[in-house]
């Protein structure tokens, strides 16, 4: 863009906003950590992907050449997030008395189904763990004689031969190790396995053979892995959730040390990306964001209630990625209101001409204010009222209405200018009524009220409330009805 405000993003490393600054010009390339496919992720997992997405979609926006990674971990993610409990694959492969590849490849469809109804770009490349565990024996082994040490149950990283080992985590000041239980033999209480030998007398589904002994690679080491051999080191950006931040992320930070042979982390490039970034978490007060809660929250389940799933990307885009975001049903409920506005008001525009090569001179103003607002640090909170501000624009060339607001949707994601506005009413899986039946009710409600029958209306309203659809007169949005949660 000419004239481009300079994109500012919160390095977690350094804890300071700084001006992105590409290793290589024009380009920019990011890892993002993924799922662990063991079971079907809950909204509050799917934040850390809207966020990358915004970013993703940010840095493109910007002009830079994106290769944005994600991964898959379908191996050796433990229970715990240190080194203690089972491997979350092989513990749900055992419950469900299946194949672990099968549970994998379940899980890993759900996972891309979640990201496709919420808009979220496919990056550049899927990396799947298991396909590169032999890079990952070759990645330990150049790193074992002087940073690792063996023991009964496997090769454990000793953190005390990097510099600045749990900086990223202001670990001696925020208690950010807490979680690591003691496992005998270690060195130090924050050392970490790289590759965890199978239990003599055990088999795993998942185990290969290593100069160690058969086993299974640390979870930690396989993000370093891929990462780099895929981006190269340094690269420009590494996100994630901020739970990361604790454990999982100065692992990969130490692991990428001794790989590179660098120093200390007053230089962040030592750590192997550029710029760490986290997304704060999504807050339930309900508890059901757990996996261990049952009916956790996942967004088949707000889809199942009625809720469009772009109503939750419109929640996050609401708040800060860098803020707590509380979710409630009122709150899917607004975001849910302002989606359907935009895309009336979208539909209504694109009635009146077709979208325009590039926007004229009047909207070049909102599309700056749009891209200062983007640029610091992806305040999409702010982007979104400068594109509520083009909305209610009167009096313009509505061709080049849509262009300007069809550039700002390539960051939002929403789909604006592609959503039809019936999409956007969706019927509760509990509902007995069907649509048909609720919209000859409202019709027949209607001739009463319009022949003044104010007693036949209450009676016809109340068939309906008695079947859970609730009637919204005056309705600014036209929609009518809707039912109940």
């Known amino acids: 863009m000419t004239d481009a405000a300079p994109l500012k993003l919160f390095n977690s490393l350094t804890r300071s906003l700084e001006t992105f600054q590409p290793v290589h010009p024009g380009e920019a390339r990011v890892y993002?950590?993924?799922?662990?496919?063991?079971?079907?992720?809950?909204?509050?997992?799917?934040?850390?992907?809207?966020?990358?997405?915004?970013?993703?979609?940010?840095?493109?926006?910007?002009?830079?050449?994106l290769t944005h990674v994600i991964n898959i971990t379908d191996v050796g993610h433990l229970t715990d997030d240190a080194d203690a409990g089972e491997d979350k694959m092989e513990k749900m492969a055992k419950e469900r008395a299946q194949s672990i590849w099968d549970i994998a490849a379940h899980y890993t469809e759900a996972y891309w189904a979640d990201i496709k109804a919420l808009n979220i770009r496919q990056p550049t490349e899927w990396s799947i763990a298991t396909k590169y565990v032999p890079a990952m024996i070759d990645f330990a082994?150049?790193?074992?004689?002087?940073?690792?040490?063996?023991?009964?149950?496997?090769?454990?990283?000793?953190?005390?031969?990097?510099?600045?080992?749990?900086?990223?985590?202001?670990?001696?000041?925020?208690?950010?190790?807490?979680?690591?239980?003691?496992v005998e033999g270690k060195r130090n209480a924050a050392d970490f396995a790289i590759w965890r030998k199978t239990p003599e007398g055990e088999t795993r589904q998942m185990e290969w053979d290593s100069p160690w002994g058969r086993g299974a690679p640390g979870w930690h080491l396989e993000c370093s892995v891929m990462s780099g051999q895929i981006l190269g080191f340094p690269f420009d950006i590494h996100t994630g959730g901020?739970?990361?931040?604790?454990?999982?992320?100065?692992?990969?930070?130490?692991?990428?040390?001794?790989?590179?042979?660098?120093?200390?982390?007053?230089?962040?490039?030592?750590?192997?990306?550029?710029?760490?970034?986290?997304?704060?978490?999504?807050?339930?007060?309900?508890?059901?964001?757990?996996?261990?809660?049952?009916?956790?929250?996942?967004?088949?389940?707000?889809?199942?209630?009625?809720?469009?799933?772009?109503?939750?990307?419109?929640?996050?885009?609401?708040?800060?990625?860098?803020?707590?975001?509380?979710?409630?049903?009122?709150?899917?409920?607004?975001?849910?209101?302002?989606?359907?506005?935009?895309?009336?008001?979208?539909?209504?525009?694109?009635?009146?001409?077709?979208?325009?090569?590039?926007?004229?001179?009047?909207?070049?103003?909102?599309?700056e204010r749009f891209d200062v607002a983007v640029a610091d640090d992806l305040n999409t909170a702010v982007a979104l009222t400068v594109f509520d501000e083009v909305l209610a624009l009167?009096?313009?060339?509505?061709?080049?209405?849509?262009?300007?607001?069809?550039?700002?949707?390539?960051?939002?994601?929403?789909?604006l200018l592609d959503l039809d506005r019936a999409e956007l009413r969706l019927r509760p899986k509990a509902a007995a009524i069907s649509e048909a039946e609720i919209e000859a009710v409202i019709a027949r409600r209607k001739e009463a009220r319009a022949a003044k029958d104010f007693a036949a209306s209450d009676a016809l309203r109340d068939e309906l409330a008695a079947q859970g659809v609730e009637v919204m007169d005056g309705d600014p949005l036209g929609w009518e009805w809707k039912l109940g949660d």
């Open 32 to 65: 993002s950590c993924g799922p662990t496919v063991y079971n079907y992720p809950h909204i509050g997992n799917m934040r850390a992907y809207v966020f990358a997405d915004v970013l993703g979609r940010t840095l493109s926006f910007k002009g830079y050449k």
């Open 141 to 182: 082994k150049s790193i074992a004689d002087k940073h690792c040490y063996e023991l009964d149950s496997g090769l454990y990283f000793d953190v005390a031969t990097v510099a600045d080992y749990g900086r990223l985590a202001r670990a001696h000041t925020e208690e950010g190790e807490g979680r690591i239980e003691a």
């Open 242 to 367: 901020i739970d990361h931040r604790e454990i999982h992320h100065p692992n990969e930070i130490a692991q990428n040390q001794a790989f590179c042979c660098t120093n200390g982390l007053d230089l962040a490039k030592n750590s192997g990306a550029n710029v760490w970034m986290h997304n704060n978490f999504l807050v339930e007060r309900s508890g059901k964001m757990s996996k261990s809660s049952g009916e956790f929250l996942r967004l088949q389940l707000l889809i199942d209630k009625g809720y469009h799933p772009l109503a939750y990307r419109m929640m996050c885009l609401q708040a800060h990625y860098r803020s707590e975001l509380e979710f409630s049903w009122e709150g899917l409920g607004a975001a849910l209101t302002r989606l359907k506005r935009m895309v009336i008001a979208v539909a209504q525009l694109k009635e009146r001409g077709v979208v325009a090569e590039q926007a004229g001179a009047k909207f070049a103003p909102f599309l």
């Open 394 to 415: 009167k009096k313009v060339d509505a061709g080049e209405k849509l262009a300007a607001l069809a550039a700002m949707d390539a960051v939002l994601g929403l789909g």
